[in-house]
């Protein structure tokens, strides 16, 4: 493999470009489908309450309304699945109460789906809707952890006692436990893991269809994993078979982890237009989004770090509270338990590690996968710890990190990881030369003349991406498999088609996975197109999350290339009349070794179409599909500095630099993996400094839209330095680890340890995420006196 | 109900429209242009800026009815046939955009911005952009293909 204008490791410009540029993107909204009528979904407008009743006679006299179904009539539909099964620490089963796709006999939380009106109009819709008379006998709510876990709490389902869902556990205790006892120091942290609304900038949508000719439903949606849908949706909610149950996941806006999860408006959709035989259609209002998107994070935390004298990790106890909100969402409760404790070793030796996870129902949006979705939890945790422990014992805030640091691999860590590869020095030698941390102090100085208080802060970070093996998953309570399908279609004349599993909604996967394809088949990089997002042209996958495509679903795709170039060589080894094994292939050219005799993928391709000279016993036609199973997770890793300065009369911080240095693993498109490294760094920027979703004690929304939910604005953000140092991940053929969630996993640390590094000099030694300029101004206060 | 009619990318439509209706809505809904994007319901987003003559709008926040009579650019009206307009060429070229969905509104407001300052600073893109949201990006190489593109359209066009 080698880096030519348009192959591997080349910033090749993008496919799907030309039309977004132009406005010819179909998204889902984008959709209309003849005959269509309109869905509104009607939402509770409190928390918590019994549903005494609904009258739906004056909406159904309203104009243009063909329908109001209510949880009533979808009775007999099957409860919205939730993925993943955790056990307690006492080997009990997670409690997993039914979640109906519109609610019955209870609400759980404001937005809960109550009613769909379906009218001519959109507008009629929701005119509509507003004459739906429903009698909520209202509750009192839990609307955070310490409410939920409150004595005498609300309960947000009778067979969930404390509202607890599990109390889970990994590592070993006894061990961490003796760890501190014989400890010369011990550095503790408590942290709050903010909730955040994940807003891709397009609302959802969806467009559901049944056609009684082929009793085939059909579904337009904005997912991120559209199989993943139909295998929720037709087997668990609905009954359909997959034959009959087509999922389109066309352009998507944005998803960012909140559109992993199969919604209740998705069955909804699906349901009634199979009950009114016409296409429905639904657009989600942005003032609707944010209380039914899924919501990431929410975490309380408490944990403590031993060390010897030197400043050596011995171990390390974390205890953390999390909020699933109202309902199990699809990847809900493995997020803070398989995608968050097990981070915990980080770069780090440390020997005992043990962390516990206990989560609870609230009266709040369900919370799922958000960028990272559980890795930035355990990063900024145990970042902000490891600062600490640096400033308590007097060190340097690098040397206690680059003291622990992992060297030798494999390294099996004490939370079930092995990490296969990585050089944890060369990031960190990076980023320290990149974003001149030697001349710090002279920066600090001089802002300090201009009366800002300049901080500087860092992160050292693992992730752990491309969830696998399969047979491991499921051992721990997966529901699904984790591998991806890939397949390849050589036409008769020479051009390629790719179906890919995975689902591209702005990670560049048209132009990513054609670069693979064209380099390795030696074919022209217009040539190669990638098809992904429709369950009836895909034979199979599980979607894009958690930073898999690349390196689980491009590789299914280089193992299918693979397969196409086996078969072609037998085929030129018969145009050739030569022996299979004296076959190379090797710039679109198969050559008898040693020769100059050879015959182009063109050729072959045309005679496998047109078999007239042909190998016995061969199939005719050039494809092939390759399923991959991926023997271990990835393990990107890096440092991430930030630089900022707070101005102590108003609190206001200003992040002045960013430098992130990344070992993301082998890079097929440096343009594309730099945007991925910037918007994640925006997200966790976000995270650190902005944003923050508030829930009153009521259950009601307190930032329920982006005037009340600060998003991150070009103003808000500086340019990004980005550096790379490859190590290449050992179980994929490409190398490849992964990118996508880099940037909000090691950034917010790095920006909250600089906040306080600035902060310092006034008394100031703990900061919460966000530091808004009203937190950080009320923290001076409080250190002032 | 009334009837609207304006220049949209050089051609006369008209449409017979509620009161209320949006400028975005007509555009998407009576004319098919769905090119521009709603992204949320209270303005802040800009996923559905467009051009009333010349100037840009947030299209949410516009009737239909005030642009009666308007030139109106949509996203679909800028290139010239195949070939991208400067601004467009810029975003393609510095990865200006990755899901695509801000990309109509932010291409829209960068050429009125360039209309007006043919060579704006970091710090003048970044903060002429605070009516467009991107959660894709981070900004960065937004920012940069507004500065190359107001230098491709030399000083405006």
């Known amino acids: ?785 | 109900m009334p009837t609207v009619t304006m220049t949209v990318n050089g051609m006369e439509r008209s449409g017979n429209v509620e009161d209320r209706t949006l400028l975005v809505d007509f555009l998407r809904e009576h004319l098919g242009l769905t090119g521009t994007h709603v992204g949320c319901d209270t303005s802040q987003c800009g996923a559905c800026v467009v051009h009333v003559n010349g100037t840009s709008v947030k299209s949410c926040t516009c009737l239909a009815a005030q642009a009666d009579g308007a030139e109106v650019t949509t996203i679909e009206g800028l290139a010239n046939g195949t070939e991208l307009h400067p601004m467009q060429e810029a975003f393609r070229e510095h990865h200006g955009l990755q899901c695509g969905f801000c990309t109509p509104g932010m291409v829209m407001s960068a050429v009125d911005l360039a209309n007006r300052n043919p060579d704006p600073s970091e710090h003048e893109v970044r903060e002429w952009l605070e009516g467009n949201l991107c959660r894709c990006t981070g900004y960065h190489n937004i920012v940069e293909a507004v500065r190359a593109g107001a230098q491709a359209m030399g000083g405006g066009s």
């Open chain 1, 1 to 785: 493999m080698s880096a030519n204008g348009s192959g591997i490791g080349a910033s090749v410009k993008r496919k799907e470009d030309q039309r977004f540029l132009t406005g010819r993107g179909r998204y889902t909204d984008d959709i209309n489908l003849p005959g269509q009528l309109y869905g509104y979904i009607l939402r509770s407008p409190v928390a918590h309450a019994n549903i005494g009743g609904i009258d739906t006679s004056a909406a159904m006299a309203a104009p243009g309304v063909h329908a109001v179904f209510t949880g009533k009539d979808m009775e007999g539909v099957g409860s919205i699945p939730t993925g993943w099964l955790i056990h307690s620490k006492d080997g009990s089963p997670m409690v997993e109460p039914p979640h109906p796709a519109l609610a019955i006999g209870k609400v759980r939380y404001a937005g809960d789906c109550v009613a769909i009106v379906v009218a001519e109009t959109k507008r009629q819709a929701k005119a509509a809707a507003n004459l739906v008379d429903v009698d909520y006998q209202e509750l009192p709510a839990v609307a955070s952890i310490e409410a939920a876990e409150a004595d005498g709490a609300a309960q947000v389902f009778d067979e969930a006692p404390g509202n607890v869902c599990y109390d889970w556990e990994v590592g070993d205790k006894g061990a961490t436990d003796a760890a501190f006892e014989g400890a010369a120091h011990v550095v503790s942290i408590d942290v709050v893991n903010n909730r955040l609304v994940p807003n891709a900038i397009e609302p959802r949508a969806a467009i559901a269809n049944f056609d009684p000719a082929t009793d085939e439903y059909t579904l337009y949606t904005t997912s991120q994993n559209p199989h993943l849908i139909r295998l929720l949706l037709g087997a668990f909610v609905l009954g359909l078979p997959e034959h009959k149950l087509r999922i389109i996941a066309p352009d998507v806006g944005g998803g960012f982890g909140s559109k992993i999860p199969h919604y209740a408006e998705e069955a909804i959709l699906t349901w009634t237009a199979g009950q009114l035989g016409r296409p429905v259609k639904w657009t989600c209002e942005r003032i609707d989004a944010f209380k039914s998107d899924t919501h990431g994070r929410d975490h309380i935390s408490t944990a403590k770090l031993a060390l010897d004298a030197d400043g050596k990790f011995l171990g390390l106890h974390v205890s953390t509270k999390a909020n699933l909100g109202a309902y199990l969402s699809t990847f809900a409760t493995c997020v803070p338990t398989y995608l968050y404790g097990i981070l915990f070793a980080g770069p780090y030796t440390t020997p005992a590690v043990y962390c516990e996870v206990k989560s609870f129902f609230t009266n709040t949006v369900p919370v799922d996968a958000l960028r990272g979705a559980g890795r930035p939890e355990a990063t900024y945790l145990l970042e902000r710890l490891v600062d600490k422990a640096a400033v308590e014992l007097g060190m340097d805030r690098v040397e206690i990190r680059r003291q622990n640091f992992i060297r030798e691999f494999p390294y099996q860590t004490p939370v079930a990881l092995q990490y296969d590869q990585g050089d944890y020095d060369a990031t960190l030698d990076l980023a320290l030369d990149a974003s001149d941390w030697a001349g710090f102090e002279a920066r600090r100085a001089e802002a300090a003349a201009r009366g800002k208080c300049r901080g500087i802060g860092i992160s050292t970070f693992i992730e752990a991406c491309g969830i696998a093996p399969s047979a491991v998953v499921g051992s721990l309570g997966a529901r699904a498999g984790l591998y991806e399908s890939g397949s390849v279609r050589v036409h008769p004349t020479g051009s390629v088609s790719v179906f890919t599993g995975t689902h591209s909604h702005g990670q560049g996967h048209e132009t990513t996975f054609a670069q693979i394809v064209s380099d390795m088949l030696g074919v022209d990089f217009a040539a190669v197109d990638v098809v992904h997002g429709d369950s009836a042209k895909i034979p199979f996958g599980m979607g894009t999350y958690g930073s898999r495509s690349l390196a689980v679903g491009g590789t299914a795709i280089y193992l299918a290339v693979e397969k196409v170039i086996e078969k072609g060589k037998k085929i030129a080894a018969h145009l050739l009349e030569a022996s299979v094994e004296d076959i190379e292939f090797e710039n679109g050219s198969f050559t008898v070794a040693g020769t100059d005799r050879s015959t182009s993928l063109g050729d072959v391709a045309l005679t496998a179409y047109v078999p007239h000279n042909y190998p016995e016993g061969l199939e005719p036609g050039l494809e092939e599909t390759a399923f991959y199973d991926p023997l271990n997770f990835t393990f990107p890793a890096g440092t991430h500095v930030a630089e900022v300065e707070v101005d102590p009369e108003t609190g206001e911080v200003d992040v002045v630099a960013v430098t992130g240095a990344d070992d993301v693993g082998r890079i097929i498109n440096p343009m594309i993996v730099a945007g991925q490294l910037h918007g994640g760094l925006a997200h966790g920027i976000g995270q650190a400094l902005l944003e923050d979703c508030i829930y009153q004690d009521d259950g009601q929304l307190a930032t329920g839209s982006y005037l009340d939910y600060t998003m991150p604005r070009a103003a808000d953000l500086p340019s990004f330095n980005i550096n790379h140092n490859t190590t290449l991940c050992t179980h994929n053929p490409l190398g490849a680890k992964g990118v996508g969630e880099v940037g909000s996993i090691g950034i917010p640390p790095a920006v909250i340890n600089a906040v306080i590094d600035a902060l310092r000099p006034l008394g100031v030694n703990d900061m919460t995420m966000p530091a808004t300029s009203q937190r950080v101004w009320q923290a001076i206060q409080q250190a002032q006196g």
